[in-house]
């Protein structure tokens, strides 16, 4: 007992210290997470998005200035996107992706801010919803102000300067043209009598070696997702888990009509997607999505709320259909 005790605090100390570029990188499932600190090239020549992640809502006179220090590198950043609103779901990813290489966007750059530091990782984009090549010039910085080593790196490696005039002003984009499916809201179907499939959580995909950061990544969503079959315990009707496939009409194939997924986001980028508005004070959290596997129409209840823990969105949603 003292052996497994000791073992999963091991896990969980050593989970909780890996560095800040693999906790990036998890966010984005890659399986490959090297990095060789050097800045992609022709950075300053080619067209680059940045993901930012802050606390809170970023203001604009926060962009603005965001935005002055890479014209003070630069870079040419034609796109900034909250982090959040790229990862709400899979087919979200893939409008992004799609819209990125008709930009002709070459540079991915993931920008995080927090009370005490800032963190830059620049990379080529791979045009794949993982963004990031790792296989080519990746770097990471955490500093108070990172953009100074950023520029020192650059004038030693002799970054010359682009052949375009630079985006003056930085534009923000808060969702693509996709939906996520035709809203049916208010009219829930009875699902007493229909086999359920709960999509699990999404692991990282590749062999991993067990010393890596994404190996203990996938061992926390093994946690995760053990929590969320022993809650679905007490549901009542027939279940089933799977892994979400980008055409769900596999699984009404196999005679399931409806699928349970949850979606993490900010409150205001699902209620654009969805078209509805949402109940309760949470600007960010988990969202239960109940949608047929065949038509992909999505039905909602009336006042649904988004919640800050998704063990909480679960039981509401087990407690509703029993």
Partial sequence: MIQKTTAFLFFLISFSSYSQHHELMNRLYIANQNINNLIPNKITETKSVVLYLMNGKITKEELTKLHEKFLTTNIDVVNYIDLNDFLIDNKIKNSFVNYFSEREIKNIIIYKKTNKNEELLLSTFNNKPTLLNTKRNTIYFKENNPFLPLQKQMLEEKFEEGNFLPTPTPERIYKTNSTIGKVVYGQTPKLDKEKLAVVVFDKIEGKLNEKTEAFLFNKEV???????????DSYKHESQFVKEKDDSRFYFSRGVKYMFRLIYGRKETIEGYLKIKTQGKVKKGYFVLLQHSFSKNIFIKENQK?????????????????
């Fill in 222 to 232: 093994e946690l995760k997702n053990n929590t969320l079959k022993k809650l679905f």
């Fill in 306 to 322: 988004i919640y800050m823990n998704w063990e909480d969105a679960v039981n509401n949603f087990i407690i509703f259909n029993n």
